[in-house]
């Protein structure tokens, strides 16, 4: 019997993750449309099925269409996220959308007599990021797992259907890897014969045979992905044949074109630096618009507060730059292919087709821009690293000889700055916002006698029914008038920040708790985050108008090095994954500015994002007082950015991913 496994792509985020797992459990294993007939499943050798997760619902007009004989093929199948409710709705059960909604880690009772649990204990530790449930199981099938009031898993074992609201692909699934292995090995009786070629010897190849006798031209940041990309293109077609350049976009880190050149000057690699901050602030380019299908032009780059214009303007004034290059470095452009260190996060992320046929957009990221996939399909673009995620390229990097301080230092977006300086030019306040900001205050004083009957029951079904842990909080709490992006039931969303703060040391234990059970029960919230300081009461409904240019990126470069000073200094960098340090345009006390300055119009404040993932797909915080963030470090960078002029205040962000993203736009 053949061992195949065909991931029917419903559009998950995480579809490729699914892949990257099963494979590394020595299992072939493709992703293919969820529409593919059962028929061609069959001709083309699969004996088993995983069916993803994705932002469709299967009660909408255009819920993703599939093959009816799919669960009846005598194949087994396991179902995940929006993949359990289409099994469950297909044989009758009823999908529902309840008032709670999950996205991020949460402990679930399982039933350990079912096959697909063997060997685990009965409370688990999963991803769930859904909006719709499981209502009624259909005939046939039985609950396996609970998380509160929420089916989280079911299966009919005679027909070897089995389903989970959950992820266990992911690295917030604690035994996910157990649940595809008892899948894969106990229930498909598979054996695990199948070896892929070396990661190195297959990108190798790759490389040699789209390139041909052509030059290579990488676009190096500097970063981890850029620069195993171009050790990989010397190793691969000697170092004459690649040219290095790279591009200060005005959007750098503190010094980082300079250390750049010392970084890769050490590896023998001639780097050229092209200094390009007045293509970008002066940028602009062509978008569709989503709801009317036509096409516009953007502003100028330095006028613009749009996070996808941002990213879009960003990615293709880099590519206009390259081809600009390419001629004054007198390369024919007919024989010089451009080659980018584009992940697999990247291209998903970004509902790229080469990841997923019906992933819902979450950023555009710069590397994967409607003019990078014109490039794409003429076949000018070179992305050996496109299969990869960014703990298997340190691990290439390793391999390819690469110093360690260089392949494991802190990941920084290729736009840089440019996406780490939240713009806007009005505040953002729907109709909503002061009903979601008094429910966030009712949650942080919560008490079992004065709270509303119906926010006890919303917060009991969220957080479950013994709500102590939450109780005499003495936090404020108060939502704040800008965007944020988030991902929540594997879709984008751009949803207020809350802001918790407090008169008392921080309980970090508690406020963990808060960033947790927050997004759940406030659904048009996607951030969670601690205000150092004084308590902040709220409302506020005011901004500082903030476009990227030059003041408020100098702003934030001198907050991003204070933070990075001290995550080197106290060797941190490897232990957390990454730290963006953000500018967000909140002016705290607007009231003590006007007493102490003169000039308010340039206040913003500062957020500090620790990130621990492996496979940055999922992660969560660093909790203050652990090994990754001692309090006396946090309490130090607190203490140097509040030194920068023009910073108001300086905030730790509190929320996993999902429901946030990692950068903030």
């Known amino acids: 019997m053949s061992e195949k496994v065909a991931i029917l792509d419903a559009g998950a985020q995480y579809g490729k993750v699914i892949d990257r797992r099963i494979r590394e459990m020595k299992v072939f294993s493709e992703i293919v449309p969820l529409g593919t007939s059962i028929e061609k499943l069959k001709a083309d050798g699969y004996t088993s099925i995983v069916i993803s997760g994705g932002p469709g619902s299967c009660n909408a007009e255009d819920a993703p269409a599939y093959d009816s004989g799919l669960f009846d093929a005598g194949i087994p199948v396991l179902g995940i996220c929006y993949g359990m409710q289409m099994m469950n709705f297909h044989y009758g059960g009823t999908i529902e959308k309840k008032d709670q909604r999950e996205d991020g880690q949460e402990e679930i009772i399982i039933k350990t007599d079912s096959r697909l649990f063997d060997g685990l204990t009965e409370k688990q530790d999963v991803l769930l990021t859904h909006g719709d449930s499981a209502g009624t199981v259909a005939t046939g099938f039985r609950t396996i797992a609970t998380s509160g009031p929420i089916i989280a898993a079911i299966e009919n074992a005679d027909k070897n259907l089995f389903g ?6 992911v690295d917030l699934s604690t035994n996910g890897k157990v649940v595809l292995s008892n899948f894969l090995f106990k229930i498909c009786n598979f054996k695990g014969t199948f070896t892929p070629k070396s990661r190195e010897e297959h990108c190798i190849d790759t490389i040699k045979k789209q390139v041909g006798d052509g030059k290579v031209l990488c676009l190096v940041s500097g970063g981890v992905d850029s620069t195993v990309c171009t050790a990989l293109l010397s190793k691969a077609l000697g170092a004459e044949r690649v040219v290095a350049a790279h591009i200060d976009n005005g959007f750098m880190r503190q010094d980082e074109s300079k250390n750049v050149g010392i970084a890769l000057g050490s590896l023998g690699v001639k780097l050229k630096v092209f200094d ?34 941002k ?62 996939r014109e490039l794409r399909k003429a076949g000018r673009v070179i992305e050996p690293l496109m299969d990869y995620h960014k703990d298997e390229v340190r691990e290439l990097g390793m391999s390819l000889g690469l110093p360690k301080e260089l392949v494991m230092r802190q990941p920084f977006p290729g736009p840089g700055l440019g996406v780490r300086l939240i713009c806007a030019e009005e505040p953002f306040v729907c109709d909503n916002f002061d009903s979601t900001d008094a429910l966030v205050k009712q949650l942080v004083s919560l008490d079992s006698s004065s709270t509303p009957a119906d926010v006890l029951d919303r917060t009991k079904k969220a957080f479950g029914p013994d709500l102590t842990p939450l109780f005499n909080s003495k936090l404020s709490a108060t939502i704040l008038p800008f965007k944020t992006v988030g991902v929540q039931g594997d879709g984008r969303t751009y949803s207020y920040l809350c802001a918790l703060s407090s008169a008392e040391k921080p309980n970090w234990s508690q406020l963990m708790l808060f960033a947790r059970l927050i997004p759940k029960v406030c659904h048009a919230i996607n951030r969670v985050c601690f205000v150092f300081g004084k308590p902040v009461e709220g409302p506020i409904k005011e901004i500082t108008t903030t476009l990227p240019r030059k003041e408020a990126l100098d702003q934030l470069r001198a907050a991003d090095a204070a933070v990075n000073d001290l995550l080197i200094k106290h060797d941190l960098t490897t232990i957390l994954s990454q730290v963006p340090v953000v500018s967000f345009p909140i002016n705290f006390d607007p009231q003590t500015t006007q007493t102490k300055r003169p000039k308010v119009d340039d206040i913003r404040s500062i957020a500090i994002r620790t990130f621990i993932t492996n496979d940055f797909m999922t992660g969560v915080p660093a909790v203050p007082g652990n090994k990754e963030m001692p309090e006396e470090v ?18 730790y962000d509190l929320t996993s991913k999902p429901p946030g993203t990692t950068e903030w736009e």
């Open 164 to 169: 989970v609201q959950f992820h266990p692909e």
């Open 276 to 309: 390009c901050t007045d293509d970008f602030l002066n940028g602009k380019t062509e978008c569709t618009d989503k709801k009317t299908n036509t096409r516009y032009t953007t502003k100028k780059l330095m006028d613009t507060t749009a996070p996808e214009e």
């Open 311 to 372: 990213r879009r303007i960003i990615g293709d004034t880099f590519m206009r730059v390259a081809e600009r290059i390419t001629k004054e470095l007198h390369l024919d452009p007919k024989e010089t292919y451009l080659a980018q260190g584009t992940l697999r996060p990247d291209l998903i992320e970004s509902a790229s087709s080469l990841a997923s046929s019906k992933a819902d957009a979450i950023k555009t990221h710069h590397n994967d821009t409607e003019l990078v």
């Open 634 to 651: 946090l309490n130090a960078m607190v203490e140097a950015v509040q030194k920068v002029p023009g910073v108001s205040r300086c905030v």
